[in-house]
């Protein structure tokens, strides 16, 4: 991921960034690092308490950088009403963005978006391809298992329900964990999910004031191969 936001940042003269649902701040570290002035927004306490453990890992090397990293409790269509802008590029990266309130949410949080970047400004959205699931109906997406120092396995399982409307994609998230020589534990929740096929993120990109809008199937720069790739990569400018 780092040469694709570091061209796209060279490209777009990028020295402030918003990283919007940050999570543990992964990406708002990164760009830190890399000399810019980045805000990691979130709404999870938890995800900032991550956020905040991570920062203090890396805050010699952002200040040796000349970077700087802010960590503000905000989550979609709010960044303008904590005064955030106006900043070059906002982020808001792993499939955070079906986080909105639905098509309405959407909307306002890419009015939102469009308040705090500079005209010029870039977006950098990365999503599941919603429009891949919808069209298959696909009911569940490939496991993905770690394994700790310790020994103790964890495996993540995702099961996808489509209700009625389409509005909304809900996700089963199940993990398993079994600790070395132990029983497995189960657990599972359930998130609704905005649908966010790209042509409804186009057109919605489009009708917030935003133009270029391009879509990539991965971090590599190939363009979306809309009936294979897992993930986009969508990035819009600014008008
Ligand atoms: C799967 S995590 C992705 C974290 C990070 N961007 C990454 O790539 O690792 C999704 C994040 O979206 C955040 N989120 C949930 N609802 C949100 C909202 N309404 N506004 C902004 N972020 C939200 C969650 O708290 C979580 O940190």
């Given at each position: 991921e780092g040469?694709f936001f570091a061209d796209?940042?060279e490209a ?10 940050a999570?543990?701040?992964k990406?708002?570290i990164?760009f830190?690092?890399w000399g ?6 979130d ?6 308490a991550?956020a ?7 805050e010699?090397d952002?200040?040796a950088?000349?970077g ?7 989550g979609?269509?709010h960044?303008?009403?904590?005064d ?5 590029a906002?982020t808001c990266?792993?499939n955070a ?13 890419l009015?939102?978006?469009?308040a705090?970047?500079?005209?010029g ?9 919603h429009?891949?699931?919808l ?7 490939p496991?993905?298992v770690r394994?700790?120092e ?9 099961v996808i329900?489509y209700?009625?409307g ?9 993990t ?12 599972s929740r359930r998130s609704a999910?905005t649908?966010l096929?790209i ?7 489009q009708?917030?004031?935003?133009g270029?809008?391009?879509?990539y199937g ?7 191969e809309?009936d294979?790739d897992?993930s986009?990569v ?6």
């Amino acid at each position: 991921e780092g040469p694709f936001f570091a061209d796209l940042f060279e490209a777009h003269d990028v020295r402030e960034v918003i990283d919007v649902g940050a999570g543990s701040g992964k990406h708002a570290i990164m760009f830190a690092r890399w000399g810019k002035r980045v805000v990691a927004a979130d709404p999870d306490e938890s995800m900032l308490a991550q956020a905040r453990a991570n920062l203090g890992e890396a805050e010699d090397d952002i200040a040796a950088s000349g970077g700087d990293l802010k960590i503000v409790e905000a989550g979609f269509g709010h960044l303008a009403l904590h005064d955030l802008g106006p900043v070059d590029a906002i982020t808001c990266t792993g499939n955070a963005l079906p986080h909105v309130a639905g098509h309405d949410g959407l909307a306002a949080a890419l009015r939102d978006f469009h308040a705090v970047l500079r005209p010029g400004g870039v977006v950098v959205l990365h999503l599941l391809n919603h429009q891949r699931l919808l069209d298959n109906r696909v009911r569940s997406i490939p496991p993905v298992v770690r394994v700790a120092e310790d020994g103790t396995m964890t495996v993540f399982l995702r099961v996808i329900d489509y209700p009625e409307g389409g509005e909304y994609i809900d996700f089963d998230f199940l993990t398993l964990t079994r600790p070395p020589g132990g029983a497995w534990q189960t657990a599972s929740r359930r998130s609704a999910h905005t649908a966010l096929p790209i042509a409804t993120l186009t057109t919605a990109l489009q009708q917030a004031g935003f133009g270029d809008v391009r879509a990539y199937g991965s971090h590599d720069g190939t363009p979306l191969e809309i009936d294979a790739d897992e993930s986009v990569v969508v990035t819009a400018e600014r008008l």
